[in-house]
């Protein structure tokens, strides 16, 4: 059973990790009594919410075809259902821990599976523009103690991050000291974090592109004779590059309206590049504002345990990578998957019509870490415990710096990790009676 605190007394754990998006805030104050979530204290109004859902978790026993069934019967049926596929699916990753993706990862390698995470729906632009050409980077950490200006491109965390200004955009260091920076937000419309800025410029939709280039176009001291561009006064961008180059330490922190739309690759590796030019005037980081979930703790153990961050094909026996090609949205939709091992809800919302349709048809093996309404009906169904709710573990922030997590409540559900490694021996086993 997982570890946890019980008591009746209300008692305060202090350090808590939130991991509902990729800010992962590690200074929570949580009242648990009785095993339910009483008080919470530095949680946003995102985390405030689904720290107190967790009390109402009521589905605690596998299914199987919507029939409740017990752990051995459902890890035998998973087994017997894997070992009977051709090409099996293994997809999702981001609710789990740094565990729970080794060990589908270690699945997906034996059974000779295509394995994906939810970044190849969402991310894929961010991943492959890094592959390309790089990126300056920095912790959370070091932005929040040395830039002295910050741009927020296409990306609104006051709703997205709804504590990443505070505790990483701020002025008070949290030592008694002030440091001066300047906000600039660069959106296409006016967002909450507009409304907080220093400066907010206003571009075009669909023109990012275009004003990623030109500002490149002036930190390299070419001349551009436009008028305006992306609806951008050119002397608004002129100042803008003054400012950047003024700057000792800028951070940049692109968001969805960047990396995706239209040309999503293409302007991640704009700002990419922008963060390179200024380097001949300053130093500059740059980073994406991650959304929900683990997605860059499934990336970092896929890219450890594989050579690849996502879309990776095992079926040949050795790993091979192509997004689009082994992405799930798309081989569900091209109806190529005979099974699918669903590792968490999150991604499900992200997939076209016709994947869904082609998982209403298919068998379908489903660790849930929360009770959700599901839209097709799993052939294995296994409740699991969520890490930092009742587990410990790994999980990683949007820098991708490790967090330690802690349990709050406790559960008898197993965790993600648990039931592959027990479906993954009863394969084995299952392999050398044949
Ligand atoms: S900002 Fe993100 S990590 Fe922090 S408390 Fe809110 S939802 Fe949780």
Known sequence: MPESPTTDQLEILQDVACTLCGCVCDDLRIGVQENQIQTTENACALA??????????????????????????????????IRNSRTPLVYGLCSSSVLGQQVACELADRIGAVIDTT???????????????????????????????????????????????ERFCGTALGDGRQIKRDLIVIDTVLTETAKQADLFIQINPGQDFEVLWALRGLLNGIELTQSEIGGVPLQTLEQLADRMKASQYAALFYGSGLAQGTLPHSQVEAILSLATDL??????????????????????????????????????????????????????????????????TDGLDQLPQEAINWLQTIPTVLLSHEDCEL?????????????????????????????????????????????LREVLNLIKQIVMSE
């Open 375 to 419: 839209p097709f009906q799993p052939t294995v169904l296994f409740p699991v415990a969520t890490c930092g709710v009742h587990l410990s573990g790994t999980t990683y922030r949007m820098d991708d710096t490790p967090i330690p997590l802690r349990p709050i409540l406790q559960t008898n559900l197993p965790d993600d990790a648990t039931v």
């Open 279 to 344: 380097h001949q005037h300053t130093r500059c980081v740059v980073r994406g504002m991650r959304g929900f979930g683990d997605v860059g703790g499934a990336a970092n153990v896929l890219s450890w345990q594989t050579g690849y961050p996502f879309s990776v094909n095992f079926h040949r026996g050795y790993p091979r990578y192509n997004p689009g090609e082994y992405s799930a949205a798309e081989m569900l939709s091209r109806q190529e998957p005979d099974l699918a091992i669903l590792v968490g």
């Open 119 to 165: 970044a190849s729906t969402s991310h894929t632009a961010s991943v492959m523009a890094l592959q390309r050409i790089g990126e300056s980077t920095a912790s959370l950490g070091e932005i929040r103690y040395r830039s002295d200006l910050i741009i927020f491109w296409g990306s609104n965390p006051a709703e997205s991050h709804p504590r990443h200004l």
């Open 48 to 81: 405030e919410p689904w720290l107190l859902r967790q009390n109402q978790r009521q589905q605690q026993h596998p299914e199987i075809n919507g029939d409740p069934a017990s752990l051995s019967e459902s890890y035998q049926t998973a087994a017997e259902l």
